[in-house]
Nanobody, 118 residues
Framework: QVQLVESGGGLVQPGGSLRLSCVAS????????MGWYRQVPGKQRELVAH???????NYADSVKGRFTISRDNAKNTVSLQMNSLKPEDTAVYYCNLKVMRSTLYEYWGQGTQVTVSS
């Protein structure tokens, strides 16, 4: 059983910063990728940032230059440093883990609310 636990969401003013963290536990294997997605009501969940187990990153165009993803493989954690936040960054942010075993398995955290508002 794989579990993802997120922390770090909250309310911040435009231009401010937040840091999200996610800890994975269970049988996550060695070949995996971790990342963050976000979702607002009425819209599809979208990729924010993603990092492979060898450090290859992928960012949504809307967050490039403002958000930074990092991983600690020894601790099975992934973090998202969010700077220069905008109201349009307001969403529920979900931690995501993809594990390659005989096939690809995907797991989600429970989500953490990020609200950017003055």
């Amino acid at each position: 059983q794989v579990q993802l636990v997120e922390s770090g969401g909250g309310l911040v003013q435009p231009g401010g910063s937040l840091r999200l963290s996610c800890v994975a536990s269970g049988s996550i294997g060695s070949i995996n990728a971790m990342g963050w997605y976000r979702q607002v009501p009425g819209k599809q969940r979208e990729l924010v940032a993603h990092m492979s187990d060898v450090g290859i990153t992928n960012y949504a165009d809307s967050v490039k230059g403002r958000f930074t993803i990092s991983r600690d493989n020894a601790k099975n954690t992934v973090s998202l440093q969010m700077n220069s936040l905008k109201p349009e960054d307001t969403a529920v942010y979900y931690c995501n883990l993809k594990v390659m075993r005989s096939t690809l398995y995907e797991y989600w955290g429970q989500g953490t609310q990020v609200t950017v508002s003055s």
